[in-house]
């Protein structure tokens, strides 16, 4: 059922503008009735975070900016969900075109800018489902034209901590002007400290929601010393590697398409943000779990991401190009590996490669 879907759907999607495709694809999973995907085998379960995941699956934020289709995500056979990223007000975004698919390189290039209907509209969706069940985390980000950006987190953890099952602090975005500047180790450590404050507050009436961090890729190895420092010292819940980056690899074929302004994601960005989380796994060392992220696109690349030190992972573009059938091949290859492997659990994989990894010449 959903092969055929996916045959069906993905020619008519790649014909069509990549934003508008995106708006179609968002419909049809709000409209169209969804069969519900066979349940997990619980050697693909995982726990991290204090929840309890029915597989490491999952979809990377951006897909779903304002929480439009999570329970259709679940249905078919996601992990979890991550919707944002929100910011308090709306916000229109840059000027279209703003995405852009590089074909021969599976890869996307965006500068979207955190569009999105604003805080309360994702709220109220949320607040709707909210005994659906399944798990939604929230990635939270600032106003372009916001006076206090940490201000902003505070109070998105603050409105959202009853109906989020994580939150994810996203300071990674290269696309509002600024941002990833919250990377640096002092407004970083100032920018945390107010959130898992805020966190604090509200959890008498809420419960204690988790926190993760997620970061860029292009971040410089004594950068990623200081932000995996500062996420320890504040006591974050886990780390999630990585955003796009504003790197373009000598691989690219596309190279037209590849002076466009923005993020690039999708299979170029695979390397490097494998390698990025490897770096960050053994800065880590076990404090916190880690969510990989960037380019995967087969059953084999979830499975590197896991030996570099992911214990959960998410994805974006592999899905633009593969459709949901990736996620199919995913679940069939870890269980597979665990098999193969006499493995009883996916925790025992998390980080093997890691430390050879970063002893590897650095990804071009
Ligand atoms: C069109 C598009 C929009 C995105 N929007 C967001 C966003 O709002 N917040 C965020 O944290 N990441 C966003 N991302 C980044 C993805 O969540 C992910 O980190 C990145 O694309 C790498 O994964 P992939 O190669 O599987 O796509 C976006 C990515 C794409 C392609």
Known sequence: MIGLF????????????????????LKALRYVPLARAAADPPELSVRAFGLTFPNPVGVAPGFDKNAEVPDAMLRLGFGFVEIGTVTPRPQAGNLRPRLFRLESD?????????????????????SARARAGGI?????GANKDSADRAEDYVRLVE??????????????????????????AAALDDLLARVMEARERVRARTRS????????????LADLDDVVGVA????VDGMIVSNTTLARPASLHDRDTAREAGGLSGRPLFKLSTRMLAETFVRAESAFPLIGVGGIDSGPAAIAKIKAGASLVQMYTGLVYRGVGLLTEIKTDLAAALRRGHRTSLESMVGIDAAEMTAESWPA
């Open 6 to 25: 996916d045959r069906l759907s993905r020619p008519l999607l790649r014909a069509l503008d990549p934003e508008d495709a995106h708006a179609l694809t």
């Open 106 to 126: 599976r890869a996307v290039i965006n500068r979207l800018g955190f569009n999105n209907e604003g805080a309360p509209k994702a709220l109220a969706r949320l």
């Open 136 to 140: 939604v985390g929230v990635n939270i």
């Open 159 to 184: 409105s959202f901590a009853a109906v989020a099952s994580y939150f994810t602090v996203n300071v990674s975005s290269p696309n509002t002007p600024g941002l990833r500047d919250l990377q640096q």
């Open 209 to 220: 929601v988790p926190v993760l961090l997620k970061i860029a890729p292009d971040l410089t």
């Open 232 to 235: 320890r010292k504040r006591r």
